[in-house]
């Protein structure tokens, strides 16, 4: 009866781990191509900041709006597949503490460097963006 536990919770274990697997493939910088818009931010629905990134993969250049300002920066890829880049923004007061809860995790994912996987949130197919601290979900608007 043991071994029999034993295989099932194995077989489970596997099953589970090849579908988690699958689901985070990370994503090449063309495949991106076009304007984002950040949804979710380490779990907290944060659509009303309206931050939106817009990846340009021909040109190696990130754009968009973090919440408060509009931004740029240069993308860098590291060697272990990390996308990053140090953004140039015009520094203005937020307006909203949502604005402001936004814009701070958002320069920090993008300076420490991050992962892009497709994922599903709710229903909505997009992308996941993933730094050292910060876990952000974003839908597809346009290219």
């Known amino acids: ?21 699958a689901q985070t493939k990370s994503v090449d910088l063309d495949e991106i ?13 944060v659509r009303k900041a309206r931050a939106i990134l817009d990846f340009d993969a021909k040109h190696m250049r990130l754009s968009g709006f973090d919440g408060c300002n509009p931004i740029s920066g240069e993308l860098k890829k590291s060697a272990d597949t ?23 995790r958002l320069h920090k994912t993008v300076k420490e460097g991050f992962t892009v996987t497709k994922a599903k949130q709710n229903g909505v197919e997009g992308i996941l963006i993933k730094s050292a601290s910060h876990e952000l979900f974003l839908k597809w608007m346009s290219s």
């Open 1 to 21: 009866m043991l071994t029999s536990k034993t295989l099932i919770t194995t077989l489970l274990v596997s099953l589970c781990t090849s579908y988690l697997t």
């Open 33 to 45: 191509d076009g304007n984002w818009h950040l949804r979710t931010m380490d779990g907290k629905e």
């Open 82 to 104: 990390r996308i990053f880049s140090k953004l140039s923004t015009t520094p203005s007061e937020c307006r909203q503490s949502i604005h402001r809860y936004v814009r701070k």
